[in-house]
């Protein structure tokens, strides 16, 4: 098996993880990887709504692989009267994993302000006990508050932001013994792990089984991010995180193979020659099921009425939504797979 380029994988990683892309705002995203698609040496095509197809070459029986680069986040609800806005999710995101993480508002003009999500009263110290554990609600006791000298709603205006504008959480990025900690793991993880295949395709001529496209779709957190695929394709292999848990097979040092979602099962035969590839080429692998709050992508395709088969596999992950953490070994396992399923058997 080719040999896994960690360290471009974790450069990639850093890159899309210092752009911010909530859900919805695709283009700086979209035009980082487009240009690092055709860097690599592969033709690249943009989607109407946002995203990204590379083909990777092959004849025939097409496959998507997807991966998306959409981030969970927060819009702004309103300007509250003391210039601190209130907030909605976008996407999965829950009060309290966004509390106390520092953010940056996007303006519809293209102004950004910093500031961080806070409860509301906001110091412990003068928050009666009763308010101190009641459970922190968007709509009634969390904010954020800005980085600047606002006291009104009408000095935060003044800035330009308003209702719509959208919130991004930062990333925070550690490395630390192969674990990677961070927010928005999934899936910009995965990503960085696609275009590390890609990057081996071009470079050691990789004889591919069939034709592949790589897919970075932009709206997967809100489920319709590859609801329209390029005519021809058969196959849609999503990559995504395996959440962990006390039920869960899936481990951060090892690539998880998708049997079910809360949605349906993954197309038993696609599922079944993934593992297969995992075994032929010793890949740690483990087979799991993710209920009750989970899908991928490749699940939108098959709703929006497409006659393809549809899998997902991709590393294990703990924290899912929050500050997520996993490892390299499972990015190098999820690479390995990916390997495994796309290329030629030897004649």
């Given amino acids: ?27 700086e995203i979209q035009d ?9 040496g592969f033709p ?17 029986n097409d496959l998507v692989i997807t991966a998306h680069l959409d981030d969970i986040g927060l819009m702004v609800r309103k300007v509250n009267p003391d210039g601190t806005l209130n907030l909605c999710s976008v996407g999965g995101l829950y009060p309290f994993y966004a ?35 009641t459970p922190p609600d968007f709509r009634t006791n969390v904010c954020v508050v800005l980085d600047m000298p606002v006291k009104t709603a009408a000095d935060t205006k003044a800035l330009g932001i308003d209702t719509g504008d959208l919130i991004a959480l930062e990333p925070r990025l550690t490395v630390s013994n192969g674990y990677l900690k961070s927010h928005f793991v999934d899936d910009k993880a995965c990503a960085a792990a696609l275009l590390t295949l890609m990057k081996t395709v071009k470079e050691e001529s990789i004889p591919l ?13 809100i489920g319709h991010g590859t609801t329209w695929l390029p005519a021809g394709v058969r196959d849609v292999l999503a990559v995504d995180i395996a959440p962990t848990g006390p039920d869960q097979n ?18 038993y035969e696609m599922t079944n020659e993934l593992r297969a590839a995992a075994i032929r080429e010793n890949i740690d692998y483990v087979t799991d099921v993710f209920t009750p709050h989970y899908g991928t992508d490749a699940d939108g395709s098959v709703l929006a009425g497409y006659d393809i088969r549809h899998a997902a596999i991709g590393p294990g992950t703990l924290n899912s939504h929050g500050y997520e953490r996993t490892h390299m070994d499972g990015l190098r396992n999820t690479y390995a797979l990916m390997l495994a399923y796309i290329r030629k058997a030897e004649e």
């Fill in 1 to 27: 098996m080719e040999r896994f380029d960690e360290n471009y994988c974790l450069e990639q990683f850093k890159n899309l993880l210092a752009i911010d892309s909530t859900t919805g705002q695709y283009r």
């Fill in 32 to 40: 980082y990887v487009t240009e690092e698609i055709r860097r690599l």
């Fill in 44 to 60: 690249a095509e943009t989607t109407h709504k946002g995203g990204v197809i590379a083909d990777l070459g092959g004849e025939g």
């Fill in 99 to 133: 509390l106390m993480e520092n953010v940056r508002v996007h303006t519809r003009d293209g102004q950004v302000y910093t500031g961080s999500v806070c409860r509301t009263p906001g110091s412990i110290h003068v928050t009666e006990e009763e308010l101190r554990l």
């Fill in 209 to 221: 089984s069939r034709k592949v496209l790589a897919y970075f779709g932009m709206y997967e957190e």
């Fill in 250 to 267: 899936s481990d951060e040092h090892k690539v998880s193979i998708f049997c079910k979602d809360s949605r349906f099962p993954y197309h």
